[in-house]
T-cell receptor
């Protein structure tokens, strides 16, 4: 079945450091890909998405490029802030229902 | 746009009791989803509705779980004879239909935490 694998955390960084969270997927078709973020005590929020190969999603300084050849959708940010501390989830959707299949999440902690 | 609303936010119940969660989706959204999330894990799909029709159910949704969306607006998720393994956060989400299979954005509520003691 469809699945998403992302790097395990926690990832601990200093403010202004470069962040990369790896995400790879397995799917029977051509999925849409998403990054969701969950801040402490809050629900999931869509961070960015890409719906076809070579698309780049971007939001709030975060970027991810849909790489069909490597079945990857790695999340990057050039300079993190303390407020970026959260759990990040990579996900795919496929099929008429558009239901999401999530990875296990990566906790990111940014220290001042 | 008031977002997806879930109630209650927290529920503690004794093993064997029944619990019900309610979800109010974003008003113009005709798709509604239920997910379950345990600590340290990603959300797992349980079921989804298009309008009032329940179109898909996960194998995770045992016979003790039932979901309804009687008028195509709000939805309820009931768990009968709760077990300690049911302790989790139950997330509701909604989306407009958009173009099928094209990754229409799904918006999540803040979740309902269930603790079974």
């Amino acid at each position: 079945g469809d699945s998403v694998t992302q790097m395990e955390g926690p990832v601990t960084l200093s403010e202004e450091a470069f962040l990369t969270i790896n995400c790879t997927y397995t799917a029977t078709g051509y999925p849409s890909l998403f990054w969701y973020v969950q801040y402490p005590g809050e629900g999931l929020q869509l961070l960015l998405k890409a719906t076809k190969a070579d698309d780049k999603g971007s939001n709030k300084g975060f970027e991810a490029t849909y790489r069909k050849e490597t079945t990857s959708f790695h999340l990057e940010k050039g300079s993190v802030q303390v407020s970026d501390s959260a759990v990040y989830f990579c996900a795919l959707s496929l099929g008429a229902g558009n239901k999401l299949t999530f990875g296990g999440g990566t906790r990111v902690l940014v220290k001042p | 746009d008031t977002g997806v609303s879930q109630d209650p936010r927290h529920k503690i119940t004794k093993r064997g009791q029944n619990v019900t969660f309610r979800c109010d989706p974003i008003s113009e959204h005709n798709r509604l989803y239920w997910y379950r999330q345990t600590l340290g894990q990603g959300p797992e799909f349980l079921t989804y509705f298009q309008n009032e029709a329940q179109l898909e159910k996960s194998r995770l949704l045992s016979d003790r779980f039932s979901a309804e969306r009687p008028k195509g607006s709000f939805s309820t998720l009931e768990i009968q004879r709760t077990e300690q393994g049911d302790s989790a956060m139950y997330l509701c989400a909604s989306s407009s239909p958009g173009q099928l299979g094209k990754g229409n954005t799904i918006y999540f509520g803040e979740g309902s935490w269930l603790t079974v003691v």
